[in-house]
């Protein structure tokens, strides 16, 4: 929220506008997500794939790290851009303004923050230590600036704050003027954010103590709570992992634990705040890069790097649209790479040729299993998803094509000749009137060709439909199995039959 409101308003320049237009972000961030509840809109959500929030994360993380540069270097005049040419560039154009004490307390407070999340996270019942580090940061921090005062004049820090708590804001939300399009936009992104954070910290500690999570319920209540929030002076929350992390080792099993971390914070805001004073800046910008760090997934990057190349490319496109053009494009292109991938699964489905196992009656792809052989005169396809208007075309094409470099390959080994096409429907579980029509031609193309089509396999909703559309009468009755073996072997027996 922050990137996306400073790229149009200064919070220095202009604090009032800035928290209204934080305070109607929220606002419709909440209204967003609660109407993704109510509606039964839950699945938008699972668009972004978790290759795509990989390298989306992972590219957040690392300009929210460089933008607190400004705090751990000492840095006076910075950006307010979000991007990493013109934040590097206004790092090192004011070098001038680089304070040695600063760098060195950040970097020793950075070191040890980093190290008791290491320590953590190899050992989980030490937990508390990294959940310790930040408090216990701040308070040494702030006792060394008050100590050495005069020695340390050049750290910056927070200054004077108020105490009690924020005023009620419900008459700072515009839904005016040339910045209401800002709002939204900020809304929706920082709503889809939030959400696909708490849905994944709900659904993970839900396997762990295995329950259920509502997903569209988790959206009413999140939803409805920024809402509040937004009248309250607060900005888009959700779910945390880490406090929730911290509660589930500590082993609380209720929402009491919130309850008394919200009566901790509120005495905090009623009676300490003043204690903050001398809390220098570079501890807060050490504290949010240790948790921008934890964003950063290498383990699932590489994962992806050998699982699946798409889903890698995918990672790397979210990755870099976050880190050189915005944050709302970044997401927007993840969103776009989850739905461009869904699209190509669909139009282009894999087809697979089949063998042999011999001495069984398993019949598996040829290119995975070196032990599976043709079957003489048999030519059988493997179709690896439901047919639909949006591939058929394809699909046929497709066929066709293995038809000619099957005939091909026969002919330039002196092999008889191709005689039947078996299509395996097992994978296809559904099919519409153009897919129906895919086969009709398909089978008086090949019958054309002297060629046998055969279907195998196809499940109870396709079978449903090929007999209602009296496609099977082109078969005659005959072109149907249940299993691809059982057609092998029938169609060669009446082969052998023939004089």
Same mark, same amino acid.
Request: hydrophobic share 50%.
């Given at each position: 929220?922050?990137?996306?409101?400073?790229?149009?308003?200064?919070?220095?320049?202009?604090?009032?506008?800035?928290?209204?237009?934080?305070?109607?972000?929220?606002?419709?961030?909440?209204?967003?997500?609660?109407?993704?509840?109510?509606?039964?809109?839950?699945?938008?959500?699972?668009?972004?794939?978790?290759?795509?929030?990989?390298?989306?994360?992972?590219?957040?993380?690392? =300009?929210?790290?460089?933008?607190?540069?400004?705090?751990?270097?000492?840095?006076?005049?910075?950006?307010?851009?979000?991007?990493?040419?013109?934040?590097?560039?206004?790092?090192?154009?004011?070098?001038?303004?680089?304070?040695?004490?600063?760098?060195?307390?950040?970097?020793?407070?950075?070191?040890?923050?980093?190290?008791?999340?290491?320590?953590?996270?190899?050992?989980?019942?030490?937990?508390?230590?990294?959940?310790?580090?930040?408090?216990?940061?701040?308070?040494?921090?702030?006792?060394?600036?008050?100590?050495?005062?005069?020695?340390?004049?050049?750290?910056?820090?927070?200054?004077?704050?108020?105490?009690?708590?924020?005023?009620?804001?419900?008459?700072?939300?515009?839904?005016?003027?040339?910045?209401?399009?800002?709002?939204?936009?900020?809304?929706?992104?920082?709503?889809?954010?939030?959400?696909?954070?708490?849905?994944?910290?709900?659904?993970?500690?839900?396997?762990?103590?295995?329950?259920?999570?509502?997903?569209?319920?988790?959206?009413?209540?999140?939803?409805?709570?920024?809402?509040?929030?937004?009248?309250?002076?607060?900005?888009? /929350?959700?779910?945390?992992?880490?406090?929730?992390?911290?509660?589930?080792?500590?082993?609380?099993?209720?929402?009491?634990?919130?309850?008394?971390?919200?009566?901790?914070?509120?005495?905090?805001?009623?009676?300490?705040?003043?204690?903050?004073?001398?809390?220098?800046?570079? =501890?807060?910008?050490?504290?949010?890069?240790?948790?921008?760090?934890?964003?950063?997934?290498?383990?699932?990057? @590489?994962?992806?790097?050998?699982?699946?190349?798409?889903?890698?490319?995918?990672?790397?496109?979210?990755?870099?649209?976050?880190?050189?053009?915005?944050?709302?494009?970044?997401?927007?292109?993840?969103?776009?790479?989850?739905?461009?991938?869904?699209?190509?699964?669909? /139009?282009?489905?894999?087809?697979?040729?089949?063998?042999?196992?011999?001495? /069984?009656?398993?019949?598996?792809?040829?290119?995975? @299993?070196?032990?599976?052989?043709?079957?003489?005169?048999?030519?059988?396809?493997?179709?690896?998803?439901?047919?639909?208007?949006?591939?058929?075309?394809?699909?046929?094409?497709?066929?066709?094509?293995?038809?000619?470099?099957?005939?091909?390959?026969?002919?330039?080994?002196?092999?008889?000749?191709?005689?039947?096409?078996?299509?395996?429907?097992?994978?296809? /579980?559904?099919?519409?009137?153009?897919?129906?029509?895919?086969?009709?031609?398909?089978?008086?193309?090949?019958?054309?060709?002297?060629?046998?089509?055969?279907?195998?396999?196809?499940?109870?909703?396709?079978?449903?439909?090929?007999?209602?559309?009296?496609?099977?009468?082109?078969?005659?009755?005959?072109?149907?199995?249940?299993?691809?073996?059982?057609?092998?072997?029938?169609?060669?027996?009446?082969?052998?039959?023939?004089?």
């Amino acid at each position: 929220m922050g990137t996306m409101l400073s790229e149009a308003v200064s919070y220095t320049a202009e604090p009032a506008l800035y928290l209204k237009l934080a305070f109607t972000s929220t606002f419709f961030a909440g209204l967003f997500q609660a109407s993704l509840g109510f509606l039964r809109l839950g699945f938008i959500i699972d668009f972004l794939s978790k290759a795509t929030l990989v390298g989306f994360m992972a590219g957040a993380a690392i =300009i929210v790290s460089l933008q607190q540069l400004k705090g751990l270097l000492g840095i006076v005049h910075f950006t307010s851009k979000m991007q990493i040419i013109p934040v590097l560039s206004s790092v090192f154009n004011h070098r001038n303004e680089w304070s040695w004490q600063t760098i060195t307390i950040g970097i020793i407070f950075l070191a040890l923050l980093l190290t008791t999340r290491h320590i953590s996270s190899r050992r989980p019942r030490l937990f508390w230590i990294s959940a310790a580090a930040p408090l216990t940061s701040v308070i040494l921090s702030t006792i060394l600036v008050v100590c050495l005062k005069s020695k340390l004049h050049d750290i910056q820090t927070i200054g004077q704050l108020p105490k009690g708590l924020n005023p009620p804001s419900a008459r700072m939300l515009l839904f005016t003027g040339g910045h209401l399009a800002l709002t939204i936009k900020t809304g929706i992104t920082t709503g889809v954010l939030s959400l696909t954070e708490g849905i994944a910290v709900g659904r993970t500690f839900a396997a762990l103590k295995n329950y259920q999570v509502n997903g569209n319920k988790e959206m009413v209540a999140i939803g409805l709570m920024n809402i509040a929030g937004s009248c309250s002076s607060c900005y888009i /929350t959700t779910g945390s992992f880490s406090r929730s992390a911290v509660n589930y080792n500590a082993g609380a099993q209720s929402g009491v634990s919130n309850i008394i971390m919200a009566g901790a914070v509120l005495i905090t805001l009623l009676f300490l705040m003043p204690l903050f004073r001398y809390t220098p800046n570079l =501890i807060l910008a050490a504290i949010i890069i240790t948790a921008a760090v934890g964003l950063i997934d290498y383990g699932a990057a @590489y994962k992806l790097w050998k699982v699946d190349k798409l889903d890698f490319v995918a990672c790397l496109c979210s990755f870099f649209g976050v880190l050189f053009i915005s944050v709302a494009l970044g997401l927007a292109i993840a969103v776009g790479i989850s739905v461009f991938k869904i699209l190509l699964n669909v /139009t282009r489905p894999n087809t697979v040729s089949l063998g042999n196992i011999p001495g /069984t009656q398993i019949y598996q792809n040829r290119s995975r @299993y070196t032990q599976a052989v043709r079957v003489p005169s048999f030519l059988i396809l493997g179709i690896e998803a439901p047919i639909y208007f949006a591939n058929s075309t394809y699909l046929q094409e497709r066929i066709l094509r293995w038809i000619r470099e099957e005939e091909q390959w026969l002919a330039s080994n002196d092999i008889c000749d191709l005689r039947c096409v078996i299509l395996d429907m097992t994978a296809v /579980t559904a099919i519409d009137t153009s897919g129906l029509d895919m086969i009709s031609e398909l089978r008086k193309m090949l019958d054309n060709r002297s060629l046998k089509l055969v279907l195998a396999n196809p499940v109870g909703s396709v079978m449903e439909k090929l007999h209602k559309s009296n496609v099977l009468e082109l078969f005659h009755f005959e072109g149907l199995y249940l299993t691809v073996g059982e057609a092998v072997s029938d169609i060669s027996s009446s082969w052998k039959d023939q004089p």
